[in-house]
């Protein structure tokens, strides 16, 4: 079973301070991978997405990938309150289909 | 509009009844996808479909029926609800099969 882990939280940040959001996953085959957020009661939305390993910024998201250990991160810097929802991770086997994780819920707290 | 739109937002319905979600896009994106969303279990693949007439199960399909005959709709049937299918159900499209774009939702009530 292909699996997606990640902590479900809450992930309590302050205001202003870097968020660091993590996931693992179990399939060696995935070969890129998403962040979304999904504020409570609505849908998910793409935040940014990885292939290579290392490190990818846009503004004040950078996603972080390392293949070997199996692990990506999405981390926030500057948090905002209105940061506030649940974070997603999927990995993606190209011929297959996504994979979730459950969910990281962060609140930012003013 | 452009985007992805379902329909209906909010469903209650008995346990036994057939019960239809609809769901459309506008980008003629080839890959459409079915999800629910449960507590505990994140978002669980139902179905998907990678061209009209072209359907395939995902992680959780019994009890689900799905069909395309048109690349802008993909309407997911419930041919005969349980309780167990009280969830949030997710439409999502894609160009490609990936880079996932999600309709608003619709929140079912199996009673």
New interface residues.
């Given amino acids: 079973q292909k699996e997606v882990e990640q902590n479900s939280g809450p992930l309590s940040v302050p205001e202003g301070a870097i968020a660091s959001l993590n996931c693992t996953y179990s399939d060696r085959g995935s070969q890129s991978f998403f962040w979304y957020r999904q504020y409570s009661g609505k849908s998910p939305e793409l935040i940014m997405f990885i292939y290579s390993n290392g490190d990818k910024e846009d503004g004040r998201f950078t996603a972080q990938l390392n293949k070997a250990s199996q692990y990506v991160s999405l981390l926030i810097r500057d948090s905002q309150p209105s940061d506030s929802a649940t974070y997603l991770c999927a990995a993606h086997n190209y011929g297959q289909n996504f994979v979730f994780g459950p969910g990281t819920r962060l609140s930012v707290l003013p | 509009d452009a985007g992805i739109t379902q329909s209906p937002r909010y469903k209650i319905t008995e346990t036994g009844r057939q019960v239809t979600l609809m769901c459309h896009q506008t980008w003629s994106h080839s890959y459409m996808?079915w999800?629910r969303q449960d507590l505990?279990?994140?978002?669980?693949?139902i179905y998907?479909s990678a061209a009209a007439d072209i359907t395939d199960k995902?992680?959780v399909p019994d009890g689900y029926v799905v069909s395309r005959s048109k690349t802008e709709n993909f309407p997911l049937t419930l041919e005969s609800a349980t309780r167990s299918q009280t969830s949030v159900y997710?439409c999502a499209s894609s160009p490609g099969?990936?880079?996932?774009?999600?309709?608003?939702?619709t929140r079912l009530l199996v009673l």
């Fill in positions: 996808f999800y505990g279990h994140g978002l669980r693949l998907y995902g992680e997710f099969k990936e880079t996932q774009y999600f309709g608003p939702g």
